[in-house]
């Protein structure tokens, strides 16, 4: 544990907390990608399968419960509670997100550290975090009205990964041997496809004016 790894977790659960406190206070999902929110359930069940066989620490116990709990109940608020769905908006959040989970999948049987189970979906669940966030980009680049928590929670979601890029600097010239490619790499996508985010989000905030992103 370090300081950055600390801060990207905390960064995580915000961004988590946000988007709990949008649906539950507003009783809204509006901006809200159901696809994305699909897909990182995908990716918590599969990349946690090892709670059942190791125990880490209780700290490391008690954000994967965090992380598994708040991913499905999301979910299940924007599919079946009775006043958040309305607001979901299928309309334009349209991305066919199945079709990135079989690619995902066979890349993940192709390159792993090892061949296991649970290695297979652990590198499975970084390839699809990777590109989980794109439903949720094309999303708010269709409806360009985006409120202020949702911009925060996109905001927190791409600032958790790049604040894991610098744990990984970190730990690269702090711990002997050290690597881990295909984690780095997969980190590495996941927030340039923030950049475009980052740099309208930093655009609004510096000249006070709505977050728009471009069509």
Sequence with gaps: MNIFRLAGDMTHLASVLVLLLKIHTIKSCAGISLKT???YALVFASRYLDMFTSYVSFYNT????????????IVWYMR???????????DHDTFRHFFIVLPC??????IHEKFSFLEVMWAF????EAVAILPQLVLLQRTRNIDNLTGQYVFLLGAYRALYILNWVYRFFTEPHYVHWITWISGLVQTLLYADFFYYYFQSWKNNVKLELPA
């Design 37 to 39: 929110q699909e897909l």
């Design 62 to 73: 008690v954000m994967k419960l965090i992380f598994l709990g708040s991913s499905f109940s």
């Design 80 to 90: 079946h509670h009775k006043l958040v769905r309305r607001s979901y908006d299928k």
């Design 105 to 110: 999948l066979i890349l993940a049987l192709l």
């Design 125 to 128: 669940s970084l390839y699809l």
